[in-house]
């Protein structure tokens, strides 16, 4: 092979070198880097940190002084509210669990009812949270793609239950409650009664769709393993 044949078919290029970036390109691409990476840390960190201080200077004061630690110690420990809090709540649980403790508390109930606007409260958030422990519960178990606010558009929303209520008497259809969050904020929503036939079951599950409701569609679930594969 001559010169004029490696002239007409030269050897094709495999890789183009990547264009190099200029120092202050450098200097961005960099610093977006670190963001991505210590933002997330650092606000959990702070989130974390606020709660327990909230905690700590809530219930700190209600600790009698001979049985808080800090009067013996040179310095203070961060959590001791929150742990106090715990050590409450296990020994509170431990009393219900027995005869005398049901029976106290189904005195303290009877009392409740007796006040118009507590009663509903109590009532209220005493299912929300018996639902939201209890570990058999099926409630925000599905992510479902619903039509809102009109035909055509659709929105992420979770399955909170199956009615069976009187709205559900009154409906031709078989219909499920859903919470319809919002935007980046998804303890704000909307409670809807949906056909479940106008549903569409997504195989995402309850924490994929709220990152994907939280990151406002720029966290792909695409890219996150699926319900039925854990």
Not at 110 to 137: A, N
């Amino acid at each position: 092979m001559d010169d004029n044949d490696e002239q007409q078919n030269p050897e094709p290029v495999l890789f183009e070198p990547a264009p190099k970036l200029s120092f202050f390109h450098r200097v961005r691409r960099y610093f977006l880097t670190g963001l991505v990476v210590a933002a997330p840390i650092g606000i959990t960190i702070y989130i974390g940190w606020w709660f327990i201080t909230f905690v700590d200077d809530n219930v700190k004061p209600l600790i009698p002084a001979i049985y808080n630690p800090e009067n013996y110690l040179p310095f203070s420990i961060p959590g001791l509210g929150l742990v106090a809090v715990f050590i409450f709540l296990v020994i509170l649980g431990a009393l219900t669990a027995n005869l005398f403790g049901r029976a106290l508390i189904r005195f303290g109930e009877r009392i409740v009812d007796r006040m118009p606007v507590v009663r509903s409260v109590y009532g209220t958030l005493k299912q929300i949270f018996e639902t939201v422990v209890e570990q058999d519960t099926k409630s925000f178990s599905d992510v479902v793609l619903v039509e809102y606010p009109r035909k055509g558009i659709w929105a992420i929303a979770f399955v909170s239950a199956e009615n069976t209520s009187e709205i559900q008497d009154k409906m031709a259809d078989h219909v499920v409650n859903l919470f319809l969050p919002t935007t980046p904020n998804p303890t704000s929503g909307f409670l809807l009664f949906v056909p479940k036939k106008d549903l569409i079951y997504l195989d995402m599950t309850p924490d994929q769709g709220a990152k994907y409701v939280i990151s406002a569609g720029l966290v792909n679930p695409e890219d996150l393993p699926r319900k039925d594969a854990e």
